[in-house]
């Protein structure tokens, strides 16, 4: 009887067993998809870094390199008798301050002062040769002219080789030209026979041994030479004739700025570790300077002819580079910058800025659109200058 019993349902049990087998055999095959899935998006991103960390490498390398060049030949100079000549042509030119900027690079640094009405500074003076008393009166005036020098130029050495050894060019190519040239004279590049530059900002507020700017087209550490107050009654002139091409300024804006879903969100997360040393009251407040930075196309000639480009590649076909290091003798017009870059497995090409110690990578499509899509802080934040000056300072003066 019980053998009857365990045939009738023999069946039944193959049939559960073979169903057990084909769902255990379903989810086997369904985690292999999602970890093949998953192994592509990771195996992308680690392409990405790779790519970053190399392109990094080779920046550091390459400024490493020119740095050891220019002290050999300024050590070089400094050991050279001077002739007659030279001692009646040199003047004491030192540094009285630094800028300490919400532009932490060249890259996204105005191409013209007060585009960027929210774009802050501080300038703090050297107390040893600029008492606080020199200051007395200044924040009278709107605004104030700024001589400063160029002294990230990536081609500083050769100031220091004879005229006959410098290769220095004539003739620099200007964004509003589609990189066309023109004489370095009818620009206002920052590579210059001297690379002195001449900027105007607003002038926010003074305390003791510092102004605080607005409107400013000047990197972190720019060294000061001098301030002179702005006086509309002279410095500007009605009727000033400028080329054609220097208006042709559509060409520089961008058609609008968009922030991704999460990206308040994530600026928000970043805000804890960098307002200690921002020069912003909120992360509103660094989010409206992102898109009014974002406004105009930072990008370089190279980078706006070839937008999806991938990164070249050396000779050796090692570590690859923005394309801008090909062209180092850009017009002040495209501001210097080393936009950086990232190239992804569908050709998007995700560019990098550095504003306030944050890394915010952004996208821009064929129509000129600018999609901001993420914001991270960035590690030079995290070991910079401990003194540097932020809005809690400036609270009062700006109430």
């Known amino acids: 009887m019980g053998s009857t019993v365990n045939s009738k349902w023999l069946p039944v049990t193959t049939t559960i067993t073979v169903a057990l087998a084909l769902l255990s055999a379903s989810t086997a095959a369904i985690s292999l998809y999602f970890c093949r899935k998953k192994s592509k998006v990771l195996y992308s991103k680690i392409q990405e870094l790779e790519i970053s960390l190399n392109s990094c490498m080779q920046k550091s390398a390459a400024e490493r390199q020119g740095r050891i060049r220019a002290q050999q030949d300024l050590r070089k100079t400094l050991a050279q008798p001077k002739s007659e000549n030279l001692e009646q042509a040199s003047y004491p030119m030192t540094p009285i301050g630094v800028v300490q900027s919400c532009f932490s690079t060249r890259n996204g640094t105005p191409r013209q002062p007060l585009l960027v009405p929210l774009a802050r500074a501080c300038l703090v003076f050297d107390s040893a040769r600029v008492p606080p008393a020199s200051l007395e009166g200044l924040v ?56 002195i530059g001449l900027t105007v900002a607003k002038v926010e507020a003074v305390q003791g041994n510092m102004v605080l700017l607005s409107g400013v087209d000047l990197v972190d550490g720019t060294p000061i030479l001098d301030i002179k107050p702005y006086l509309p009654y002279c410095d500007s002139i009605q009727g000033a004739a400028v080329p054609e091409w220097v208006m042709v300024d559509n060409m520089l804006a961008v058609a609008s700025v968009n922030f991704s879903e999460g990206f308040s969100s994530s600026l928000s997360d970043c805000w804890e570790t960098a307002k200690k040393k921002s020069l912003y009251a909120s992360p509103d407040e660094l989010q409206c300077l992102i898109k009014q930075v974002l406004s105009w196309d930072i990008r370089s000639i190279s980078q706006r002819n070839q937008p999806h480009d991938p990164l070249i590649k050396t000779g050796n076909g090692e570590a690859p580079h923005s394309a801008l290091d090909s062209n180092q003798n850009q017009d002040q017009e495209a501001s210097d910058n080393e936009n950086s870059q990232v190239c992804h497995p569908s050709g998007d090409v995700t560019y990098h800025l550095i504003l306030e110690g944050m890394d915010v990578s952004y996208r821009i499509d064929f129509n000129g659109n600018v999609i901001v899509e993420n914001v991270v802080v960035s590690p030079d934040i995290l070991n910079g200058n401990q003194n540097r000056s932020s809005f809690l300072m400036w609270r009062d003066e700006l109430s």
């Open 140 to 195: 009278e005036y709107s605004h104030c002219w700024i001589i400063y020098v160029f002294h990230l130029n990536t081609d500083l050495v050769k100031l220091w080789k004879h005229p006959s050894r410098s290769k220095f060019k004539a003739k620099v190519r200007v964004p509003r030209l589609k990189g066309g040239k023109m004489g370095v004279f009818a620009t206002r590049s920052p590579h210059r026979p001297c690379p």
